[in-house]
């Protein structure tokens, strides 16, 4: 089992910045793909970002695509994802989620294995 603690999320200002860390317990952590997926209130789960086990590989929803940056520290066993320019529109509870081990990048999240609890980002207008 693999635990996964998100952590970063709060209230900003549109056109402001926030930066979300996923802490992964487990000692395979740079096996896995990480996805970031975000729930705003009365949508559907959404896949945002991911990246590869190595960092060298990401792909983005084309809604945050300029604006979002996801990266990783497999020495830290953490996950990033750098938000600039939020809009209202990116409000929601944002999940990381790790893939099975050496699975590629899926933008499915019935795709991911384990899932963090969820943090908060509000922007307002």
């Known amino acids: 089992h693999v635990r996964l603690i998100e952590s970063g999320g709060g209230l900003v200002q549109a056109g402001g910045s926030l930066r979300l860390s996923c802490a992964v317990a487990?000692?395979?952590?740079?096996?896995?793909?990480m996805g970031w997926f975000r729930q705003g209130p009365g949508k559907e789960r959404e896949f945002v970002g991911g990246?590869?086990?190595?960092?060298?590989?990401?792909d983005y929803a084309d809604s945050v695509n300029g604006r979002f940056t996801i990266s990783r520290d497999n020495a830290k066993n953490t996950v990033y994802l750098q938000m600039n320019s939020l809009k209202p529109e990116d409000t929601a509870v944002y999940y990381c989620?790790?893939?099975?081990?050496?699975?590629?990048?899926?933008?499915?999240?019935?795709?991911?294995?384990?899932w963090g609890q969820g943090t908060q980002v509000t922007v307002s207008s």
């Open positions: 487990g000692r395979t952590f740079s096996t896995y793909a």
């Open positions: 989620a790790a893939s099975q081990p050496w699975a590629s990048i899926l933008r499915t999240g019935t795709e991911y294995e384990n």
């Open positions: 990246i590869n086990q190595s960092g060298g590989g990401t």
